[in-house]
């Protein structure tokens, strides 16, 4: 009985502290893979950018929280990832002159 209990404290002990991580890729409009643009969590300081791939992955612990795509040249954009466990894949259109 002991192990049952100890097993099922571990297994909450180990959810409570998974943080949720949000991953894909960002594409121009031609599907050309983007790199070095900033992925930011909205209202907070957590942000990454991404590789030669146009690949990012960024930790967060709430999930829901919207994500701000910004590239100097391209739209800036806002998304909200459904889970973390969704593939996001993004395109970015080319900013207009005004």
């Given at each position: 009985?002991?192990?049952?209990?100890?097993?099922?404290?571990?297994?909450?002990?180990?959810?409570?502290?998974?943080?949720?991580?949000?991953?894909?890729f960002?594409?121009?409009?031609?599907?050309?893979?983007?790199?070095?643009?900033?992925?930011?969590?909205?209202g907070?300081?957590?942000y990454?950018?991404?590789?030669?791939?146009?690949?990012?992955?960024?930790?967060?612990?709430?999930?829901?929280?919207?994500?701000?795509?910004?590239?100097?040249?391209?739209?800036m954009?806002?998304y909200?990832?459904?889970?973390?466990?969704?593939?996001i894949?993004?395109?970015?259109?080319?900013?207009?002159?005004?």
């Open positions: 009985m002991n192990k049952v209990i100890y097993i099922l404290y571990i297994f909450t002990f180990i959810s409570c502290y998974q943080s949720n991580t949000y991953t894909g960002v594409y121009d409009e031609n599907k050309k893979a983007l790199e070095y643009v900033k992925i930011q969590i909205v907070s300081d957590i990454t950018y991404t590789d030669q791939n146009g690949f990012f992955s960024i930790d967060h612990k709430n999930r829901g929280k919207e994500i701000l795509i910004l590239k100097s040249g391209y739209e954009q806002f909200t990832p459904e889970s973390s466990k969704e593939k894949n993004l395109v970015l259109k080319v900013k207009e002159d005004e």
